[in-house]
């Protein structure tokens, strides 16, 4: 009887211990996967606004699971208490989607005068922090340029704007307020800005924002321009200066100094793609990439019609490298990558396509690989800065099949970074 009940005590030890094992392992391998699982969560912060005084914040999910960010953490760096705020949400994101409108829900008031320090948590215990509206809380780098810096009257020159993110977080909803004129005499007009604004802007990387600028007047009259950002840090400006230049107009004059053909540099911009033109120097690599610009034909009587060797050709600064677009008639900017719509072709010469007439201008088109060709050129896979050229190639005639008489020139200072 004794050896019967030891036995069955021994019997049930093990069994405990073997159920208590396998429970022990199974904790385990739950924790180990949810430890995976927390490693292999991967979301990001796309896109932040303010819409109607609320937080409108997209997320993707960048990873192979499903999300669901139940913390929203709010701080106000620009509030004197320094207040914080946790919400508790609910928002699932499916693997490679994203979801908008989180913070649209919670009972806070935003205001785009203030700086917020905010915080995601997902379930699994991950989070992303970022800011909104710091632009307010620490200087930025702020450079305002004119390019060129001196015109003719009635001429256009361009305000450009660069802003460096030189601190640790990403800045969101990055926006420039109106130049202001601040002094000078000339009559200045100022375009709209171009882009309004940047959802993002990364630590270190730069936003490009444009206008236009139409100045008039008598030389040396200027305009003086300081750009600051909206809800800025005091201080944190920037200004330019435009000078008027007088122009001389005897063809003497103008064949000696600067040609009879010269381009509105504002004009000048660049696609690869997807509906949009773009007008800054940064261009990616290794993508096909069309080019537009306006010739200003500066003869007061002739027309000139330019021949199918006229190119838009990048010389690299660091080596000997050159990659050349040949004029085409149109291009399609819709597809990506973009495509020639009309090549440079016109029976029976299939030449001078294209004439600009006499003190006027017309919107040329930059593609080809080749003279006359339809194949949409690309720059290399690597980052290398290029200096510019137009290559003019013409005759002065009354139409394109006369004879006339042969023009060539070459119009610099176009700068293009290839990164």
Known sequence: ???????????????????????????????????????????????????????????????????????????????????????????????GGETSNIGQNIPLTSLDSQSYKIMLVTERGNSQQFTVNSASSAPLKIQLLAFPPTVSSGFTTGLVMLVTNNGSGTLFN????????????????????????????PPGSTAIFKWDLTVSGKAPDSCTYT??????????????????????????????????LSINYTSFRWSQGGGDWHHDWNVPKGSNTVFSLDLNNNNVTGTIWLSNST?????????????PYYIVKNVDVVPTP?????????????????????????????????AGGNAVGQFSNVQIQ?????????????????????????IPYIGLLVN
Request: glycine content about 6%; some cysteine; overall charge negative.
């Open 311 to 323: 190119t838009l050709v990048f010389y690299s600064v660091s080596s000997s490298a050159q990659v």
């Open 338 to 370: 973009p495509t020639i719509s009309q090549s440079y072709t016109c029976p029976p010469l299939n030449d001078y396509c294209i004439g600009v007439p006499g003190n006027g201008t017309a919107t040329l088109y930059f593609a080809a690989k080749v």
């Open 386 to 410: 290029y200096t510019g050229f137009l290559i003019v190639f013409g005759k002065y005639s009354d139409a394109p099949n006369d004879a006339g008489s042969q023009y060539g020139q070459n």
């Open 227 to 260: 750009a600051e950002l909206q809800n800025p840090y005091p201080g944190n400006t920037a200004q330019a200066t435009v000078t008027l230049k007088t122009l001389k107009i005897t063809s003497t004059d103008f064949a000696t100094n600067a040609g009879v």
């Open 1 to 95: 009887m004794f050896a019967i009940i030891a036995l069955l005590s021994i019997v049930s030890y093990i069994t405990y211990s073997m159920n208590t094992l396998d429970k022990f392992n199974q904790s385990i391998l739950v924790t180990n996967q949810e430890n995976m699982d927390r490693g292999n969560e991967e979301f990001r912060v796309e896109k932040v606004t303010l819409n109607n005084n609320k937080f409108n914040i997209t997320v993707q999910n960048a990873g192979n699971l499903p999300i669901n960010i139940n913390r929203l953490w709010v701080e106000n760096k620009t509030h004197t208490d320094d207040w914080i705020y946790k919400y508790d949400i609910n928002e699932a994101v499916a693997p």
């Open 174 to 201: 990055l926006a420039p307020q109106t130049p202001s004129k601040s002094s000078g005499f000339a009559t200045c007009e100022l375009g709209p800005v171009s882009p309004p604004s940047y959802d993002s802007l």
